[in-house]
């Protein structure tokens, strides 16, 4: 059956991943609900903005009004809601926004929600889903040896985490209290085309092509799971469409590794990529080319040191795995920072509004 997807925050990072996805792949129509902060990019949506399967509204999910008349206007058979402040540091230098956006911002959208539900009969009510986009961040800091597994207590460590455990746990209230429903996921740390530079590895990649010093924090021995945005938009798809109401799945890439190491081999492939700089950081008597911009940095206040995702349910119950390996995936991102973002950064002055903290970079990409 064709579906029509209300998706929030469409025009982020992951967001325009997926509707990139569900144009493309899919004859299915969008919705795109975003408020388009500082962390959109509507230049990321390229030509999917033409298609006439797809919709967008500039709106707050925290407006219950228009929300409410969205749903009733559009109909969705399903809600992907991903709309929400992602950015760790910022939520340590000014929680309101998280809290406002990741927990009354999804508060409002369950409410409305479950009124809609309640106006749908046969199969448009069997089919409809609310689908909860969230991160492994709520599960806190992990042991070696340890993974994630949909069964790990919560127990966040930063104000962003801690908005994000809130929603999700809101969203699980929704279902067992008024019987929304709902899917939950919980994905590791993204990474691909069209992140926001203040994240780890976009940061890096653009900071060395600009000569710039690129911060590390504390000794830079943290270590993340990455998953290529793609196969995460693959997984959420799956999800909605073969997952189980009620149940959480989490989403990794079985690819840990430590900062140091993520920023040492960007600064490897650029130095392929680009030579030139390479030569001229030469010519400034840097022997070392990228890797001495490397700045180590103080530490954040509650940096979680490990995280890694168990996605063995996801997996056997659905089938999903990860495509991409960490090295094709790195080399395709960075292949396309060093073609493509200049102009993709000036189209919609992305960069302009780049978190004013210069020299912090966001490892816990959320
Ligand atoms: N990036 C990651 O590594 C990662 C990992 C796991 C989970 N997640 C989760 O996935 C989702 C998307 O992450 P992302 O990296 O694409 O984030 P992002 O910051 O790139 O994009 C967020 C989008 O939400 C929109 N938005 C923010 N507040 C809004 C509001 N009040 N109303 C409507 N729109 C609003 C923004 O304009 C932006 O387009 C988030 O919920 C995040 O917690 C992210």
Redesign the pocket.
């Known amino acids: 059956m064709n579906q029509v997807i209300l998706i929030?925050?469409?025009?982020?990072?992951?967001?325009?991943a997926l509707v990139r996805f569900l144009i493309h792949h899919t004859a299915h129509t969008v919705i795109n609900?975003?408020?388009?902060?500082y962390?959109?990019n509507p230049a990321s949506l390229g030509d999917v903005r033409l298609s006439h399967r797809y919709h967008f509204i500039e709106?707050?999910?925290?407006d219950a009004g228009l929300v409410s008349n969205l749903l009733h206007e559009y109909r969705p058979t399903s809600i992907m809601?991903?709309?929400?402040?992602?950015?760790v540091d910022r939520s340590i230098d000014g929680s309101a926004e998280f809290m406002?956006?990741?927990i009354i911002?999804t508060y409002t959208l369950l409410e409305a929600c479950r009124k809609y539900y309640t106006t749908l009969v046969d199969r448009k009510r069997d089919g409809f889903r609310f689908h909860h986009?969230?991160?492994?961040e709520v599960y806190g800091d992990l042991d070696f040896g340890e993974l994630f597994t949909e069964n790990t207590r919560y127990d966040p460590s930063s104000p962003y985490s801690a908005s994000?455990a809130a929603s999700d746990h809101l969203v699980r209230a929704w279902h067992r209290t008024y019987g929304l429903p709902i899917v939950v996921t919980?994905?590791?740390?993204?990474?691909g085309p069209f992140?926001?530079a203040e994240?780890l590895i976009p940061q890096t990649i653009t900071n060395a092509l600009a000569g710039k010093s690129i911060p590390i924090y504390g000794n830079g021995l943290q270590i993340r799971d990455w998953l290529y945005v793609e196969d995460?938009v693959r997984a959420l798809y799956s999800v909605l469409t073969q997952g189980k109401i009620g149940k959480t799945y989490n989403i990794g890439g079985s690819c840990e590794k430590r900062n140091i190491d993520v920023v040492n081999t960007i600064c490897e492939l650029l130095e392929e990529l680009v030579p030139v700089n390479v030569d001229s950081l030469a010519a400034s008597g840097n022997a070392l080319g990228f890797k001495s911009l490397i700045t180590y940095v103080d530490d954040r206040p509650g940096h979680d040191v490990r995280y890694a995702i168990d996605s063995s349910k996801i997996q056997r119950e659905l089938g999903w795995k990860p495509i991409e390996s960490f090295e094709s995936g790195l080399k395709k991102t960075v292949e396309w920072y060093v073609k493509e973002a200049v102009e993709w950064y000036v189209k919609e002055a992305v960069k302009a509004k780049a978190y004013e903290k210069a020299d912090k970079s966001e490892d816990g990409?959320?």
Do not use: P, R
């Open positions: 929030t925050g469409g025009s982020g990072f992951i967001g325009s609900l975003d408020k388009l902060t962390a959109s709106g707050d999910i925290c809601h991903l709309a929400a402040e992602s950015h406002q956006t990741n911002g986009i969230s991160t492994d994000k919980n994905c590791s740390n993204n990474y992140q926001h994240k995460h990409a959320s």
